[in-house]
Nanobody, 124 residues
Framework: QVQLVESGGGLVQAGGSLRLSCAASGGTFSSHAMGWFRQAPGKEREFVAVCNWSGDSAYYADAVKGRFTISRDNTKNTVYLQMNSLKPEDTAVYYC?????????????????WGQGTQVTVSS
């Protein structure tokens, strides 16, 4: 059973940056595609970014493309989400998720493990 713990959320002004981290334990991290999702108040959870098992392939939602970067360090069992040029509409709870797959996956129904989420608030 894989456990995921996110950190790095907080309050930031529009235009600022944050880096989220997600530490994994209890499984073979390098055999999982890792993704980030977010859920804003009153909205459904949505896909943000995903990287494959090695981190050399990534895919982003159009809303964050060019501003967010997903990366991973398999020696530290950690995946990151670097968020730049943040906008108020990026405000949400951000979730880290892992899928037992080597390639990138967008559909949240195919993810097996989820973290508890970390709040990101972007003020205007």
């Amino acid at each position: 059973q894989v456990q995921l713990v996110e950190s790095g959320g907080g309050l930031v002004q529009a235009g600022g940056s944050l880096r989220l981290s997600c530490a994994a334990s209890g499984g073979t991290f390098s055999s999982h595609a890792m993704g980030w999702f977010r859920q804003a108040p009153g909205k459904e959870r949505e896909f943000v970014a995903v990287c494959n098992w090695s981190g050399d392939s990534a895919y982003y939602a159009d809303a964050v493309k060019g501003r967010f970067t997903i990366s991973r360090d398999n020696t530290k069992n950690t995946v990151y989400l670097q968020m730049n040029s943040l906008k108020p509409e990026d405000t949400a709870v951000y979730y880290c998720a892992g899928a037992v797959a080597l390639d990138t996956i967008v559909d949240e129904r195919e993810y097996h493990y989820w973290g508890q989420g970390t709040q990101v608030t972007v003020s205007s």
